[in-house]
């Protein structure tokens, strides 16, 4: 509850609402403002905006007859001044609150081009133009916040909005100014760089842009009066106060170069003259306004110099003494832990990390040009560059940390990546990020923000790893850049308290083995163990040793746990999801055993999947699992595919409602570093399909509308409830009768398909899932063989082989070698993931110190594992080919 809740201001408002509306209204409206960041702040908004123009009855009767109008109004006066000023201005703006569909539209180029159209056609004079444009920000601004702060939209979705709302403002704004001046409007190009450049936009950054003339201008004169009207279009402040601080500085020369250049100048300047960190910013360099063709030219001509093939010692060291300079003025202004931004751990540090990569690595993957800094951690994981647990800590770590910022600036439109001193703010701003209180908000942010450190120093030594580290790795045998080596390093580096974390480990005989099985064969654990305190006490327990049993209770455990729990629902549910997978995790790590490892998975994505439903209002929605899930052969780095069943047709609105707000539950885990790996893409139509069917639509669709892949992924489908009238729809839907010739083809050329388009190119045939011989050989034979000889009414892989030699339809010996192949195939990925490998599907390259890490973790020679894999690829395409030719 916020505090504030039984202030004046919240008893003077829900005083007169009772007064307008009844006091039924003023109690609700109590409850919604103490559920609110700003209780106290919630209540005086509310008030204003009630007679902010004459119609207050008739706002009071609007908040009484739409519960979810009321709710959405006073979380966004509680927690924003800024949206709040914006709805006391123009008090019927709050109607967008009240209308979901239109408050849940995506904010994308077309739909404010169309708006900003509509809005500026009846204007006529430039003071006029403006103001539609201001008028056209704030609408899109209600919109965005509300789904930020309602967790409909993950935060990228919210910085791509706000980014493409920037370059919507800019276009317009440009052509404006250029109207207004007498310039040519295609002309010009309007480089965004910063955040806006990368698509990431804070709620209050600079815009940081560069304007560029095309050489087929004769002078640039008019050219600089556009680009002076069009900065003083984006700030001057008006009725609706200004649009965007711009910021021209990044242009060449600085603040003593022209405002605007020609094309051959800009592009010389950056070939001979641009200082290193010029460079690094035009890795977020994008045309975002006026001649976007001359913007790419731009681009297209400097990109070999952005992207060299190597880089020099002095260049790196420069950048690397820039970054270090600003961190001593933070130093020397006491600013280290409070600063977001600069400080130790904070955003510039992932965004300085991931640039660099990007600057050392573009020249041989162009994919990271211009990419997000999420998506380039992602696309440097898969290239080995980062390992998949630093991946893990640099976009949780942005994230959490864009997210705090983002909170910041949205309570009063400050520029400011500092976390707040007063006490109220400090209690708002938990609740905004989605924690009880302040001293659990700081703790999360110093610890993600120290792991986040480690990262960078690792590829970028700023600083000496402790002492402390070094000495254990030499009492371990670890040598000095083995990768164990590196992950003890780096779970100390993790913990504050990495001293005694040390002093313990030598005191503790068990610890000490412990932690050899953790550094060993499970690195990619460390980041989260020694983030979550809770998981450090899983690690080092006898969690270890749960037995199958302890997994085959979780949905029991887990009801009685969250409901003896004192601490919120969420919240509980949140450390027993995290607890559980960790704990299935370190078992695998200790016994190596995939069947159990994968019963265990089951039972846990069963029961959290089942009682966030139930908590959600969705009791009477079944899950239909695909895949892995589906045939309870889970493994450690799989999707949950999933589709939704209404079981009561007459309430398929309700349910499809209840199922969104589970999907938002799971994204709010996500965000606090629990992932739910859901995928609801193999429900009936895809993704344009809706997401939850009733039984007589999903029958409908089998005789009508069903593809014969779909038929085939029915065969490993089961009710999560275990219904037996949705077990019998999926099995009547795949055992549909014999399958014909040209189904049978179909099949057999979509699985071609599948691996030409979906397996790795570059592995050499080491693709183990989809490449020839993997994983899908094994999946796709068993499915297509139950299609073609009627339903085993079994959905495991290697139940279905079981069944398929019963039958005498696949020879025992085959069978025998498919199923020791798919538990090996299963063993591999599950220990790729643990060992934290860049992928989880394409074994590493012979010789390389990851094969060996592998065969360690199986307990295997490289030259066995090599053995082993090649004679399982050999029989699986061979059984494969048997069955198809």
Known sequence: MSSGDGSVAVQKATGRLSALAGRALGDTMRAEFAASADAERAATNMLRWLDSTPGAEARADLLAGDPGFAHRLATLFGASQVIADVLLQNPEMALILADTGELSQPVTPSALADEAERLLAPAKTYQHRLDRLRYLKQRALVRIVWNDLSAEWQPPTVWLALSDLADATIRYALRIAAEQVGAEEQAVAVLAMGKLGSRELNYSSDIDLILLADESVATTEALERCGEALAAALMGKMGRGFLYRVDYRLRPFGGTGPIIQRLPAAVAYYQCYAEPWEMQALVRCRPCAGSLELGERFLEAVRPDVYRPARSELFLDSLLQMKLRYEEEIRRKGEEEQNLKQGPGGIRDIEFLVQVMQLMEGYRKPELHGATTLDAVDMLADAGLLTRAEADVLSSGYVLLRQAEHRIQLRFNVQSHDLPKKREERAAFARLLGMRAWEEAEGVL????????????????????????????????????????????????????????????????????????????????????????????????????????????????????????????????????????????????????????????????????????????????????????????????????????????????????????????????????????????????????????????????????????????????????????????????????????????????????????????????????????????????????????????????????????????????????????????????????????????????????????????????????????????????????????
Request: glycine share 6%; proline share 3%; net charge negative.
């Open 446 to 885: 110093r610890r993600r923000r120290r792991q986040v450190r480690a990262v960078l120093e690792h590829h970028i030594p700023v600083a000496r790893p402790p002492a402390t580290a070094t000495a254990l790795c030499e009492e371990f045998g670890y040598g000095g850049e083995s990768a164990q080596a590196k992950s003890l390093r780096k779970l100390i580096s993790f913990r504050e308290d990495g001293e005694e974390v040390v002093r313990a480990i030598r005191a503790d005989a068990t610890a000490t083995e412990r932690l050899r099985l953790i550094i060993e064969r499970a690195p990619r654990l460390l980041p989260e163990i020694a983030f979550h305190t809770e998981l450090w006490d899983v690690a080092f327990s006898e969690e270890v040793e749960m037995t199958d049993e302890d997994f085959r209770q979780a949905r029991e455990r887990m009801t009685r746990r969250l409901t003896e729990d004192s601490m919120e629902w969420e919240q509980a549910f949140t450390l027993w999801v995290r607890h559980l997978l960790t704990a299935v995790a370190l078992r695998h790590a200790y016994h190596r055993d995939s069947n159990r490892t994968a019963s265990a998975l089951t039972e846990i994505a069963d029961a959290a999947l089942l009682l966030a439903l139930d908590e959600v209002g969705a009791g009477d929605v079944d899950i239909l699992a695909f895949g892995r899930l589906g045939s309870r052969e889970l493994l450690l780095p799989s999707d949950w595919d999933v589709s939704f069943v209404a079981l009561d047709g007459e309430r398929l609105a309700a349910a499809e409602h209840a199922v969104e707000e589970c999907l938002r539950l799971f994204r709010r885990l996500h965000a606090s570093g629990v992932r739910i790996p859901l995928d609801t893409r193999l429900r009936p139509e895809g993704s344009a399909g809706p997401l939850v069917r009733s039984m007589a639509a999903l029958e409908r669709y089998a005789e009508t509308s069903m593809e014969t892949w779909e038929r085939l992924a029915l065969t490993r489908a089961r009710s999560l409830r275990g219904l037996p009238e949705v077990d019998s729809l999926a099995r009547a839907a795949a055992d549909c009768g014999r399958l014909s010739h040209e189904a049978r083809t179909e099949l057999i050329e979509m699985k071609e398909r599948v691996q030409r388009e979906r397996a790795s190119r570059d592995g050499d045939g080491r693709d183990i899932k989809l490449g020839e011989g993997g994983s899908i050989e094994i999946e796709w034979l068993a499915s297509l063989l139950e299609l073609e000889h009627g339903s085993v009414e079994r959905t495991g892989i290697s139940e279905k082989l079981d069944a398929l030699s019963e039958r005498g339809i696949l020879p025992t010996n085959d069978k025998d070698a498919l199923v020791s192949f798919y538990f090996l195939f299963a063993n591999l990925r599950n220990a790729m993931h643990l060992l934290d490998m860049p992928s989880t599907t394409q074994l590493p390259e012979a010789g390389s110190e990851g094969e060996r890490l592998l065969a360690d973790f199986l307990e295997m020679t490289p030259e066995d594992l090599s053995a082993r894999v090649h004679t399982a690829r050999e029989v699986a395409l061979r059984c494969w080919k048997e069955a198809t030719e």
